[in-house]
């Protein structure tokens, strides 16, 4: 059978794949360290479970509207309100089955062939592959660690054309939990609004930001007359423990929700309407399990930095935000473990999940050779024990 060219086009997601693996190995009776989790470790806070089981008993378990129930959305518009300081209104709001799908939507509703849309390295595994989905071509810019992962405009500069017609910005980041400085943001925005380019702005851990206070792209904009067009892109699933329920939400100008809800209301209909009950609760109810997470993420992020600093020779920066930790093994590149050459990061991740049991996410998919993903969604005794496994491995790399 011949299938359409978009199937050839698009890559799988390899960290679905690793966490895969993980499960089998665990299924077969092994015990697995897994670091590769893109999720919270806890359970969904028990006032959101219980507006989910209301619901169920009201008889919420109908089709809602495609854009989302009109009580979300202004949900939506009084936490945006509380915690961003934006206005804005249940017309500018669409909800949709994860945060995934907005940005995927946004991809497919904004890019056609001929544009270039800009990313930076490295990036989440997703962002390359929507915009290849809407038949655009992505552009890569590198970044380093030793600049806390932003970019220079003057790349910026360099790579733009008459084609370039967006850019993604992904602030906490996966994979490195870097959080870009205000400064740095607002110089993308600006060029962006001179370019008259769309900003797609990934906000999927915009609260789990642990030093100092984190200030989303479009307040950043308004606070400094910035006109730039930014389709913002949130999630219930990390600050909430929500990963299962599926539910994340966009706003930004009606003309651009109107064209996501349009293709969206074809595609899935809408957004399950027992998540979307239980995602108001969380929007508006008590915040007190939220703080909780962030205070023992962080404490955990401490935790896992120093242990992977102690490695040798590899060096972690300290992430902002997220809960990642993204080390540099490069070291260990090109060296031998029982005799078979490390190539890649895809090779030592392997070697990490054979020989010790430890699942992590290869650097190299997200645009950064020789770089591991380390989730520290995970307690810290488990944390020492995977760690110490993987000492054990680079031990033995000559």
């Known amino acids: 059978m011949k299938f359409a060219d978009r199937v050839d086009k698009v890559k799988p ?27 919270p470790d806890f359970n969904t806070p028990e006032n959101i479970i219980n507006a989910a089981k209301d619901a169920m008993d009201a008889g ?4 809602t509207p495609g854009s989302g129930m009109i009580e979300l959305r202004s949900a939506v518009c009084e936490k945006v309100k509380r915690e961003n ?5 249940p017309d500018q709001v669409l909800v949709s089955n994860g945060e995934k799908q907005s940005l995927y939507l946004a991809c497919q509703s904004l890019f056609q062939k001929g544009d270039e849309v800009i990313i930076f ?56 939990g870097a959080v870009w400085s205000q400064d740095k943001i607002i110089e993308i925005l600006k060029i962006a609004e001179k370019n008259d380019w769309i900003v ?31 389709l913002t892109c949130m999630s219930m699933s990390k600050t909430y ?10 706003f930004g100008k009606v003309e651009i929700i109107k064209a996501m809800s349009k293709i969206q209301g074809q595609a899935t209909s809408c957004a399950n309407s027992i998540g979307q009950a239980a995602s108001i609760e969380a929007l508006i109810g008590s ?20 242990a992977l600093n102690d490695l040798p020779e590899v060096s972690c920066s300290v992430p902002g935000g997220a809960f990642y930790a993204f080390p540099d093994f490069g070291y ?67």
């Open 13 to 39: 997601s390899f960290t679905l794949e690793m966490t895969s693996r993980a499960a089998e190995l665990k299924h077969q009776g092994h015990n697995v360290v897994n670091f590769s989790a893109g999720q």
């Open 60 to 63: 919420l378990t109908k089709y």
């Open 85 to 89: 300081e934006l206005v804005i209104s």
């Open 121 to 176: 390295k490295p990036y989440w595994v997703s962002f390359p592959e929507f915009v290849t989905l809407s038949d655009a071509t992505p552009v890569l810019i590198d970044t380093s660690s030793e600049n806390n992962f932003e970019p220079e405009i003057s790349q910026i500069e360099e790579v733009k054309n008459n084609n370039t017609k967006g850019i993604i910005i992904n602030s906490p980041s996966n994979p490195t």
């Open 200 to 230: 797609i702005s990934d906000e999927c851990y915009e609260r789990l930001v642990f030093d100092g206070q984190n200030v989303i792209s479009q307040k950043l904009a308004d606070n400094n007359d910035i006109k730039a067009n930014i």
């Open 241 to 250: 423990a929500m990963t299962g329920w599926r539910i994340g939400y966009a």
């Open 287 to 306: 915040q007190e399990e939220v703080e909780n997470m962030i205070n023992i993420f962080k404490k955990r992020r401490d935790h896992m930095v120093k």
């Open 332 to 398: 260990y590149m090109k060296k031998s473990f029982r005799g078979k050459t490390i190539l890649n990061s895809f090779d030592l991740c392997d070697i990490f999940l054979n020989e010790g049991h430890v699942a992590t996410i290869p650097g190299d998919g997200f645009g950064a050779p020789g770089y591991v993903r380390f989730s520290y969604a995970i307690d810290e005794k488990t944390i020492d024990d995977g760690i110490g496994r993987v000492k054990k491995i680079i031990n033995d790399i000559k």
